[in-house]
C-alpha cells in the first residue's frame, strides 16, 4: 500500500495551492482519508479529513480556506488550499484507515508547503 501526495511548493502570502494523494495496493473507498502537517518544531495535526461518504473536519484554523475532496475511483484524495498564511507554512501528509476505521493506518510521505510573506 503507498500514498504518493504531491501538489507541495512555495507560495505567496494569499496564494493557493491544490495537493493531491494518489493512493495504490488497495482501495479506499471505504476509509476514511486525510490530510495533516507538522509544521518546524511542532507536532503533527490534523488539518482536514473526509469520510467514504460526505462529511468532513477541518481544523478551526483552515475553515473557510481549504476544501477537501476526494475521488474513489481513481483512489485519489486532495487539498485545496486558498488564502494560504505563513502560519500553514508545513510538510503536508495524507493519510487513511483501514475500512470502517476511525484510527489512520497508512501514511503518505509528506510534501512540503511553504508560504513566504
Known amino acids: 500500500v503507498q500514498l504518493q501526495a504531491s501538489g507541495g511548493g512555495l507560495v505567496q502570502v494569499g496564494g493557493s495551492l491544490r495537493l493531491s494523494c494518489a493512493a495504490s495496493g488497495r482501495t479506499f473507498s471505504n476509509s476514511k482519508m486525510g490530510w495533516f502537517r507538522q509544521a518546524p518544531g511542532k507536532g503533527r495535526e490534523l488539518v482536514a479529513e473526509?469520510?467514504?461518504?460526505?462529511?468532513?473536519n477541518y481544523a478551526d484554523s483552515v475553515k473557510g480556506r481549504f476544501t477537501i475532496s476526494r475521488n474513489n475511483a481513481q483512489n485519489t484524495v486532495y487539498l485545496q488550499m486558498n488564502s494560504l498564511k505563513p502560519e500553514d507554512t508545513a510538510v503536508y501528509f495524507c493519510a487513511a484507515t483501514l475500512s470502517y476505521s476511525s484510527t489512520y493506518r497508512y501514511w503518505g510521505q509528506g510534501t512540503e508547503v511553504t508560504v513566504s510573506s
Open positions: 473526509m469520510s467514504s461518504g460526505t462529511s468532513t
